[in-house]
């Protein structure tokens, strides 16, 4: 399990949110302490302690986890948001057609 790239993520969405250790702590119902050896790498947090932290900084607990999963569902599902953002409307609609027909064709 890569800790040292979840803890630095952590730490560097705290800063870019203006808050302290002591202020997230805090937020998240843990001591200071306990933080800093999240964001160090040398602690993994519950997971009651991961949807606070999610929580407090607003943020997806995908990105937190980004190096520690495997391809699955939402990477799937983030992978064809990006896809779509580059298509034009003519191909969105394409592509919307050719997803219903499979589905039809699977429920048959």
Request: charged fraction near 20%; include cysteine.
């Given at each position: ?12 969405v705290r800063k870019d949110r ?87 064709f699977k429920k048959n």
């Open positions: 399990m890569e800790e040292k790239g979840f803890g630095k993520r952590i730490n560097m203006g808050l302290t250790a002591d202020k997230l702590s805090e937020l998240c119902n843990i001591n200071a302490t306990y933080l800093r050896q999240i964001e160090g790498g040398t602690k993994i947090p519950s997971l009651p302690v991961f949807i606070n932290i999610c929580n407090a900084l607003k943020i997806s607990p995908n990105y937190l986890l980004q190096d520690m999963l495997e391809d699955n569902e939402v990477s799937n599902i983030q992978e064809l948001a990006k896809l779509w953002e580059n298509t034009s409307p003519c191909q969105q609609e394409i592509a919307i057609a050719m997803i219903r027909a499979v589905l039809e």
